[in-house]
């Protein structure tokens, strides 16, 4: 079926090193992806979001590159710090569904010091 | 500003039991959206409302069923309890029009023994 996946389960990166989480999605019906943090015994954290009509969005540290053609998302983190470590998911929104979010099953991001 | 609140954060029910979450999304926002997580299936959409009204609804049985009410609060029910629904639920709020930023709330941990 169609789902949001991820190519690596887990990534580990030195401190200060950039890192770069993939995400593959197969919904073309897709028009709204984001980016989630999320900690042992947390919720999911915002990091950042990125409609379809965008190839690319920075933040603070991060980066988000959207490739519609091969329906590929990435998160970029630069100066990957410890407190950098988390499991990141990606989530898609289908168009004409505002609140239903489709998740990936994660990456686990281990920032060694 | 107060984030999204859940309560309560952990709790223990026995099989056959039924549990009511909470849910206070952030000031403002209209639309309440209920998520579980759990380490096999992932994060998984639940349903979702807006001005009170369902306005999507994820693939779970009929034991699964929400509300919300007039001031935006959300609650939802599990009823007749079974093992496999031990999971983190997550609410999730948001403005509710489309690409509003989606802000979690740090989960209810439900076990069921």
């Known amino acids: 079926g169609e789902s949001v996946g991820l190519h690596l389960p887990t990534l580990s990166v030195q401190e200060g090193d950039n890192s770069i989480i993939n995400c593959a999605y197969s919904?073309?019906?897709?028009?709204?992806f984001i980016w989630y943090k999320q900690e042992s015994g947390k919720g999911p954290q915002f990091i950042i979001d990125i409609r379809s009509n965008m190839d690319k969005r920075q933040g603070q540290r991060v980066t988000v590159l959207l490739n519609k053609t091969v329906k590929h998302l990435s998160l970029q983190i630069a100066a990957t710090q410890p407190g950098d470590s988390a499991v990141y998911f990606c989530?898609?929104?289908?168009?004409?569904?505002?609140?239903?979010?489709?998740f990936g099953k994660g990456t686990k991001l281990s920032v060694k010091p | 500003k107060a984030g999204v609140t859940q309560t309560p954060r952990y709790l223990i029910k026995t099989r056959g039991q039924q549990v009511t979450l909470s849910c206070s999304p952030i000031s403002g926002h209209r639309s309440v959206s209920w998520y579980q997580q759990t380490p096999g299936q992932g994060l998984q959409f639940l349903f979702e409302?807006?001005?009170?009204?369902?306005?999507n609804k994820g693939n779970f049985p009929g034991r699964f069923s929400g509300r919300q009410f007039s001031n935006s609060r959300s609650e939802m029910n599990v009823s007749t309890l079974e093992l496999g629904d031990s999971a983190l639920y997550l609410c999730a709020s948001s403005l509710g029009l489309r690409g509003n930023t989606i802000y979690f709330g740090e989960g209810s941990w439900l076990t069921v023994v």
């Open positions: 409302y807006f001005s009170e009204t369902q306005r």
């Open positions: 919904n073309s019906a897709s028009d709204y």
């Open positions: 989530a898609e929104n289908i168009g004409g569904s505002q609140g239903n979010l489709i």
